[in-house]
């Protein structure tokens, strides 16, 4: 927390977290942030949940706490992949409302450039707005670009 309170003391205005499951988990990063006189908001990293090996390598990465009963949804769905992305709007809107019940100052989603659930859960919280006037369509609409991960970003012409 002291490297943490030096970047605040340093000018930072606020703070987003690492990813999490758990909102007891903020509610007490949260509480400890004030008893170290860290007084900025801070806003959570909802890690939306788009398919399995996804979830159990991040979770590894980041050395996150899974709850017992996400870990279990996740093994029961593991070989559904639309029903993983169902279960993650649900879960991500379930995760925003009691975050916000908790006093979160906004909500920041990890996406990792996957938006199906993400739109998910902005369409169960009612936040998805329609663009007005729509978006045209045209030729560019008819082209894609090619994946390109970041390892192979060193080894293929672009």
């Keep these: 927390m002291a490297y943490l309170k030096s970047k605040i003391d340093a000018g930072a205005d606020f ?7 758990d909102v007891q988990v903020y509610a007490d990063f949260c509480k400890e942030c004030v008893a170290c006189g860290i007084n900025v908001p ?3 990293g ?20 899974v709850p017992e009963k996400l870990t279990a949804k996740m093994e029961e769905l593991k070989d559904d992949k639309d029903a993983i992305k169902a279960y993650g709007s649900e879960f991500g809107a379930e995760m925003s409302r009691e975050l ?11 996406c990792l450039n996957l938006e199906i659930v993400t739109m998910g859960i902005l369409d169960r919280l009612n936040l998805r707005t ?19 991960t970041l390892s192979d970003f060193g080894r293929k012409e672009i």
């Design 42 to 44: 801070v806003v959570p």
């Design 15 to 21: 703070i987003i977290t690492q990813m999490f499951f």
């Design 130 to 148: 329609v663009l007005s006037p729509p978006v045209p369509k045209g030729p560019a609409a008819e082209h894609r670009v090619a994946d390109l």
């Design 100 to 110: 916000k019940a908790v006093g979160a100052p906004g909500l920041h989603y990890y």
């Design 46 to 65: 909802i890690m939306c949940l788009n398919a399995y090996g996804g979830f159990k390598k991040m979770g590894i990465m980041c050395k996150t706490r």
